[in-house]
């Protein structure tokens, strides 16, 4: 099976939910189990609030981009905006680590992609954006293959 979406939408966090809700029901017909479709759902929206909080502020105005490809019980997403880019990608890679302490984040974005995802990929370019890249192999597919 393969099947492929992408959505685009403005970068307010009023939009968050939206994609969110919108990636799982995608999702839903490779029939994830619900700790699956819950981990997919939870990474969106730290991907999604990533790009809106850090890639264009409060007062910048741009359009985050998703692409999810489901491909024999894979899911491939891409995530991206083209706001401020990270400078230095180690560092935010960091668990805890936050540039926008005043607005009280936690910093563990990325740490819980890379602990629901089976891969993450982040790219990423001062003044040019951010793209993050997912897979997660659902555990029905795993379990065909062993």
Known sequence: MKNRMELSFL?????ESFA???????????DPTMDELTEIKTV???????AIIHGYGETDEGF?????E???GTVYLIIRDDGHGIVNLDEARQPL???KPELERSG???TIMENFMDNIEVESEPMTG???TLVKRLSKQKALCN
């Open 11 to 15: 970068a307010v966090s009023a939009n």
């Open 44 to 50: 969106v929206s730290e991907a999604v609030t990533n």
């Open 108 to 110: 563990m974005g990325f």
């Open 97 to 99: 680590y936050t540039s």
């Open 130 to 132: 951010t793209t993050v």
């Open 20 to 30: 969110r809700v919108s990636v799982g029901a995608f999702v839903t017909q490779l």
């Open 64 to 68: 985050v981009h998703i692409e999810v």
């Open 70 to 72: 489901l491909i024999d």
